[in-house]
């Protein structure tokens, strides 16, 4: 039995603890869903594996035709849809292929985060532990409580909280949507057409790019071709400017001497 202070553990550990690949995994998680460390993620773990291991036995015992069997199932596959971890009608087979970010999606710090009530899911963490959170007018200060289907529509501010004032600071200003979006998976043939179009295009481009170019080139091929005759020019009217200064200035017949040789010959 143990004793009530300290209970058992809830959760259990991986088989080796020295895996790279499931370290990096684990540290990407870490930072993606804001968690403390990595006992958070083992307890996702072992709640997955427990859901995948009834299923796993129920499937077995399903094909004999066991009406209790039938019962299970359909409790589980109910439960799961109730916390929002599978869609209505889902089947066992579905069951199989959950990950631990199913699992992780589903607690109250990652719900406050994508419901825009904090700015980042470590901010949310901290909302959470101090008493800011409510769930349907109940506060909550469990960081991992897992929230059903129905509540997560009840998620908001304590009444007595003053982030409930819009101006308040630590109160995120952007509205983000309460799901996220999860991108559809374009077939293989649109994406092989679309890179396609897209070098088409870039051709185009480039093309339209050179015979502008050679088109501004020539232009200025013919500006140089036009300057040396320009500057001929000029340098003949240069010269010959200078050779009517250089002339010497004749001299105007001496009217007097003129005078003086008439009179000499009269």
């Known amino acids: 039995m143990g004793k009530p202070k300290f209970s058992r553990k809830k959760y259990e550990t991986p088989s080796h ?9 684990e540290n990407e998680l870490i930072k993606k869903y804001g968690l403390k460390n990595k006992k958070e993620i083992w307890k996702a ?8 291991g009834q299923a796993r036995s129920l499937l077995a015992k399903i094909t004999t035709g066991d009406e209790q069997s039938k019962k299970e199932s359909e409790q589980l596959l109910l439960h799961l849809s109730r916390m929002n971890i599978l869609p209505p009608n889902s089947t066992l087979d579905d069951v199989l292929t959950l990950n631990t970010e199913a699992i992780l999606s589903r607690r109250l710090q990652t719900l406050t985060y994508l419901k825009g009530l904090a700015n980042t899911p470590k901010q949310a963490r901290q909302l959470i532990a101090h008493g800011h959170i ?19 529509s009840e998620i908001s501010y304590v009444d007595k909280s003053p982030l409930n004032d819009p101006i308040h600071p630590a109160r995120p200003k952007g509205e983000f949507s309460s799901f996220a979006v999860k991108k559809e998976e374009k ?27 050679k088109s501004e080139e020539k232009p200025a091929v013919e500006e140089k071709e036009t300057k040396p005759e320009t500057e001929t020019k ?9 050779e009517e200064e250089e002339k010497p200035v004749e001299a105007e017949p001496d ?7 008439v009179e000499e010959a009269k």
Do not use: F, N
């Not at 773990?45 to 995948?52: A, G, N």
């Not at 349907?136 to 469990?142: D, E, L, M």
């Not at 000029?234 to 200078?242: A, Q």
């Not at 009217?255 to 040789?261: A, L, P, T, V």
């Open 17 to 25: 603890p020295w895996q790279e690949d499931r370290i990096k995994e």
């Open 45 to 52: 773990e072992t709640r997955l594996r427990k859901y995948r």
């Open 134 to 152: 409510a769930v349907g007018g109940r506060k909550v200060t469990i960081p991992g409580y897992m929230v059903t289907k129905d509540e997560e």
């Open 187 to 213: 077939p293989k043939e649109t994406i092989i057409e679309e890179k396609k179009s897209e070098e088409a295009e870039k051709e185009e481009k480039t093309s339209t790019e050179e015979t502008v170019e």
């Open 234 to 242: 000029e340098t003949t009217t240069s010269e010959e400017k200078k």
């Open 255 to 261: 009217k007097k001497s003129e005078d003086e040789k």
